[in-house]
Every structure is written in structure tokens, then in C-alpha cells.
């Protein structure tokens, strides 16, 4: 299994970023970290391994990316709005730094977005945006609105609320999306949520699930015994979805 090691100053983010990359042909994958993970924990939690088969294939290329969480949404030293505007870089990154990576390695391929857990929020928020830019995305243990609070999970913009975390909240945009094109775009997207049956995130991957329903946009949403909030279970599903 091809396996690349990718490092650069990032002008978006005025930083060095680093990433990984597995495999040699097939449709890229931007695979997203869990909460203030690495871009290498993916390969440590044996979930690269899980997803072999599919890569020494040429079915898929997984490109394993760093997160800025600490710097964004966990970052308590800065106040909610910088924090969005933190997120907001990040994503500027993805789009011109890290997708002309993937096109210039391999141009061909349609283009997934997946994540876990806070890597799922980053992939199913940035797909349902861009949706002219992925064909597929898909969400493992999920949190589509960062402003709720969920058991345990606190509500990271700490009741802050302005149209750059309104817009970046699917949970929040999707019900009252009514532009036909963008609504066009989602119809052609393969949309993927998993999530566990005793997960803190259950309400709220169905609620996402029913607000693209009520808009016409196809989604597949798995429900999985007990929490599934683990690499252990995320090992196999990444070999089911992806």
C-alpha cells in the first residue's frame, strides 16, 4: 500500500499542516479526524488497515488530514466569533490547499468527504456547502450542530450565534436551504449517516436525515447497536460505507 507523508507551510492558516496519504489510484477521500485528533490516529487506531483491501485495489485513495480544533471550537482563550472565524480558515485550506493535492495526484475520480465523530461534522458540513464539489460524504458518529449541548458534549460557541456559525450548523441551514440550486446539487451527492443506537448524536442525525428528506435529498441513515463511538466500530464501518 502506497503511503505518502505531506507537509507545508499553509498560507491559509499561516502554519505548517501536515497530512498522510494511502494508495495510489481510485476516488480521493478527505478523511477527517475525530475531536483535536491528528492526521495520523486514523493509522494508529487501524483504521487505514481496515480499509486495505479497497485501497490496494485502486478503489480508494485516503488522504488523512490534520484538524485545527484546538486552534477553533476548543480553543477557550478566544471569544466564540474568532472561533468560527478560526473554523473558517481551516476550511479554506481543505478547498485550496488540500483538494489541488488530491486533483493533482489524481484528477480523474469522483470526490468523497468522510469523518468521525467531530470528523464527520467537518466532512458532512463541508460537502452539504460545496455540494457541486463531492460525490459522496460520509458521517460516523456525528454532531451536526456544535451550538447544542448533548449530555456531556458542551455547546462550543457558548450560546454565541451569528451567520458564520449559522451557516456552518447543517442541522441549523439545511431545513430552511431554499436555494433550488444547491437543493439540486445535494440530489446528486451520496449521503451516508451512521451513528449509534445509545449515542449522545442519535436526535441529532436524525433530525439532519429528516431535514434533507423534507428537501428532497436522498440520505442513507444507519443506526447501529449500542453507542458505536469507537475506532473499534468505526474499523468496520469504514469497510461497509466508504
Same mark, same amino acid.
Given at each position: 500500500?502506497?503511503?505518502?507523508?505531506?507537509?507545508?507551510?499553509?498560507?491559509?492558516?499561516?502554519? !505548517?499542516?501536515?497530512?498522510?496519504?494511502?494508495?495510489?489510484?481510485?476516488?480521493?477521500? =478527505?478523511?477527517?479526524?475525530?475531536?483535536?485528533?491528528?492526521?495520523?490516529?486514523?493509522?494508529?487506531?487501524?483504521?487505514?488497515?481496515?480499509?486495505?483491501? #479497497?485501497?490496494?485495489?485502486?478503489? =480508494?485513495?485516503?488522504?488523512?488530514? &490534520?484538524?485545527?480544533? #484546538?486552534?477553533?471550537?476548543?480553543?477557550?482563550?478566544?471569544?466564540?466569533?474568532?472561533?468560527?472565524?478560526?473554523?473558517?480558515?481551516?476550511?479554506? /485550506?481543505?478547498?485550496?490547499?488540500?483538494?489541488?493535492?488530491?486533483?493533482?495526484? $489524481?484528477?480523474?475520480?469522483?470526490? =468523497?468527504?468522510?469523518?468521525?465523530?467531530?470528523?464527520?461534522?467537518?466532512?458532512? $458540513?463541508?460537502?452539504?456547502? /460545496?455540494?457541486?464539489?463531492?460525490?459522496?460524504?460520509?458521517?460516523?458518529?456525528?454532531?451536526?450542530?456544535?451550538?447544542?449541548?448533548?449530555?456531556?458534549?458542551?455547546?462550543?460557541?457558548?450560546?454565541?450565534? !451569528?451567520?458564520?456559525?449559522?451557516? $456552518?450548523?447543517?442541522?441549523?441551514?439545511?431545513?430552511?436551504?431554499?436555494?433550488?440550486?444547491?437543493?439540486?446539487?445535494? #440530489?446528486?451527492?451520496?449521503?451516508?449517516?451512521?451513528?449509534?443506537?445509545? &449515542?449522545?448524536?442519535?436526535?441529532?442525525?436524525?433530525?439532519?436525515?429528516?431535514?434533507?428528506?423534507?428537501?428532497?435529498?436522498? $440520505?442513507?441513515?444507519?443506526?447501529?447497536?449500542?453507542?458505536?463511538?469507537?475506532?473499534?466500530?468505526?474499523?468496520?464501518?469504514?469497510?461497509?460505507?466508504?
Amino acid at each position: 500500500m502506497l503511503r505518502e507523508y505531506h507537509k507545508w507551510y499553509s498560507p491559509s492558516l499561516q502554519r !505548517d499542516m501536515e497530512l498522510l496519504a494511502f494508495g495510489h489510484a481510485g476516488n480521493p477521500v =478527505i478523511f477527517f479526524p475525530t475531536r483535536t485528533a491528528r492526521f495520523y490516529d486514523f493509522e494508529d487506531w487501524k483504521v487505514i488497515d481496515a480499509l486495505r483491501p #479497497k485501497i490496494e485495489a485502486g478503489t =480508494i485513495q485516503v488522504y488523512c488530514v &490534520d484538524s485545527v480544533d #484546538k486552534d477553533s471550537f476548543y480553543n477557550p482563550d478566544i471569544p466564540p466569533a474568532a472561533r468560527i472565524q478560526r473554523h473558517l480558515l481551516y476550511e479554506q /485550506y481543505i478547498l485550496n490547499e488540500v483538494l489541488p493535492l488530491a486533483r493533482r495526484r $489524481n484528477p480523474g475520480p469522483q470526490l =468523497i468527504a468522510a469523518g468521525c465523530s467531530l470528523g464527520a461534522y467537518h466532512a458532512v $458540513n463541508l460537502a452539504l456547502k /460545496y455540494p457541486w464539489m463531492f460525490a459522496k460524504v460520509v458521517g460516523l458518529s456525528g454532531r451536526y450542530d456544535l451550538t447544542e449541548q448533548y449530555e456531556h458534549f458542551d455547546d462550543l460557541f457558548e450560546g454565541y450565534m !451569528d451567520e458564520n456559525v449559522y451557516y $456552518n450548523m447543517p442541522s441549523r441551514f439545511i431545513p430552511n436551504l431554499r436555494d433550488e440550486q444547491i437543493i439540486a446539487q445535494l #440530489k446528486k451527492m451520496e449521503i451516508i449517516l451512521v451513528v449509534g443506537q445509545q &449515542d449522545a448524536f442519535l436526535d441529532n442525525n436524525r433530525h439532519l436525515s429528516d431535514a434533507l428528506w423534507l428537501q428532497g435529498v436522498w $440520505n442513507a441513515f444507519h443506526i447501529w447497536d449500542g453507542e458505536s463511538h469507537k475506532p473499534r466500530y468505526w474499523r468496520y464501518m469504514v469497510q461497509l460505507y466508504l
